[in-house]
């Protein structure tokens, strides 16, 4: 039995326009209905949207469309009447012959939300991981500069598991499990067990003296039960005497040198992401004649992403302390774009007065030469069909064609998991089931899960 969705996902902005990209008509979804556009007809398509970057990107997608028949998808910032500004991804199909064009387009908004909450989940996964790893370091740290002998016991046996330097220079003792008792004079060798055993039992003993070493000095042992390790003892002795002296350590090395000679790019922004200092790599990356001509500038002049720009990122520092692997494209001056991935860190974990940004170009490990888009494919069947399909079919399947395209691709960005699909979209999960049933898309691994 056929079921008909009421709630059909439709694109939020379609435009009708002759093939010089003049708009001869537009129609919003429910979302935006309260929106007059009476306004845009007879203006260009490329008066309506905004300045970063998104005029040029019009204009591309209208060449491509009377080029080709389709143009590629493209993210602009559309410009509504009343002063909205919103993200869109667009793409434009010619009609044939002189019926013009049509740009369909879809909000990017719930990309960008989904986009920074990834981003947290990331950020909080980072620091959970690193908060081990910083405490593993400052054990080794403490463990090897410590200027007391400290060993790391192996109850069962009596064995060396580890050794610090300081135990190393000062007793001869080897870290890979060597026997500790074979070190003691016989005669001591029961109190230094008795107190191996109680420190098991208990968690504390009182010190024990031993002589230990090629000249067999008196040395004082203190043992406590490691509590990651319960199946080890940490040993520390110590010995009246001058303290030995701390391994030398040389002066810090500067890092300007190497910042300004990194193969990636790096600047430095205040709180309104004007750029303070900028590498040589950063002046290439947006093809700038010098450092001079970058500073005082905004950085959000280059990012042209989107959804992706400077106050997104800069906001998930100020939240966060810290943003790592931030995806979007970097728009040089001679036009040439490029896909990035950004980290950065401001100068202080709470409101930071300036950030520094570390840019990767990563538009070659990215792209796939020789690859052709299915929605080009698709679009450019579509294409085919002018002149042998009314207008009206034409403008309905390309309409389910770019449904299709917003519902495989909320699939991807949430691994599959149609629940989570269908909230991104705006859908109740029903919604979505009778989607994917008429598309016949229900390809999904039998590992998604579904969510609740």
């Known amino acids: 039995m056929a079921v008909t969705d009421v709630n059909m996902v439709q694109p939020d902005v379609t435009l009708s326009l002759d093939s010089d990209g003049v708009i001869r008509s537009a129609s919003l979804s429910r979302a935006y209905s309260a929106e007059k556009t009476q306004g845009w007809v007879g203006r260009r398509w490329t008066e309506t949207v905004g300045s970063d970057l998104s005029g040029d990107k019009v204009q591309r997608m209208i060449e491509d469309a009377r080029a080709n028949g389709v143009s590629a998808f493209r993210q602009v910032t559309q410009c509504f009447p009343s002063g909205l500004e919103v993200p869109m991804e667009y793409t434009t199909v010619r009609l044939g012959g002189k019926a013009g064009l049509v740009a369909v387009g879809k909000n990017l908004q719930a990309v960008t939300e989904l986009q920074s909450r990834l981003v947290g989940a990331q950020l909080a996964m980072e620091r ?6 910083e405490v593993e370091t400052r054990y080794r740290v403490l463990f090897d500069a410590s200027t007391d002998a400290v060993l790391l016991i192996r ?5 060396v598991v580890e050794a610090n330097p300081a135990a190393i220079r000062a007793l001869g003792v080897a870290p890979v499990d060597r026997d500790f008792l074979s070190e003691l004079p016989a005669e001591e060798r029961q109190a230094f067990q008795s107190m ?17 070493g090629p000249d067999r000095a008196a040395w004082t042992l203190r043992a406590s039960l490691m509590t990651t390790e319960p199946a080890q003892v940490l040993l520390q002795l110590s010995r009246a005497g001058p303290a030995q002296p701390m391994p030398g350590r040389n002066e810090p090395v500067p890092l300007e ?14 709180r309104q992401g004007i750029i303070l200092r900028s590498n040589a790599a950063f002046v290439d990356l947006v093809e700038m004649g010098s450092a001079n001509a970058v500073v005082g500038e905004r950085l959000r002049r280059w990012l042209s992403r989107p959804g992706a720009d400077l106050p997104v990122l800069l906001s998930s520092v ?9 995806a979007t ?13 950004i980290s950065a860190v401001g100068d202080s974990d709470a409101n930071p007065d300036t950030f520094g940004i570390l840019i990767r170009d990563v538009t070659h490990r990215l792209e796939t030469p020789g690859a052709v888009s299915g929605s ?5 069947a579509l294409t085919s069909k002018i002149g042998e399909t009314p207008l009206h079919d034409l403008v309905r399947e390309t309409t389910d064609h770019v449904e299709r395209h917003y519902i495989d691709a909320a699939l991807a960005m949430t691994g599959n998991n149609r629940t989570a699909a269908a909230e991104l979209l705006g859908l109740s999960r029903q919604s979505l089931y009778v989607k994917l049933n008429r598309y016949k898309s229900d390809n999904r691994p039998a590992t998604v899960q579904d969510g609740e």
């Open 376 to 380: 080009s494919l698709t679009l450019g």
């Open 128 to 133: 959970d991981y690193w908060k081990l790893r």
């Open 257 to 270: 040198n190497f910042i300004e000679r990194a193969p990636d790019a790096f600047v430095v922004v205040d």
């Open 318 to 326: 100020q939240r966060n302390g810290m943003v790592r692997l931030f």
């Open 196 to 212: 191996v055993a109680a420190v098991r039992e208990h968690g504390r003993a009182p010190a024990v003296v031993a002589h230990l």
């Open 155 to 159: 109850p069962s046996d009596m064995h």
């Open 329 to 341: 494209t970097i728009g040089s001056e001679l036009g040439r774009e490029a896909s990035v991935e």
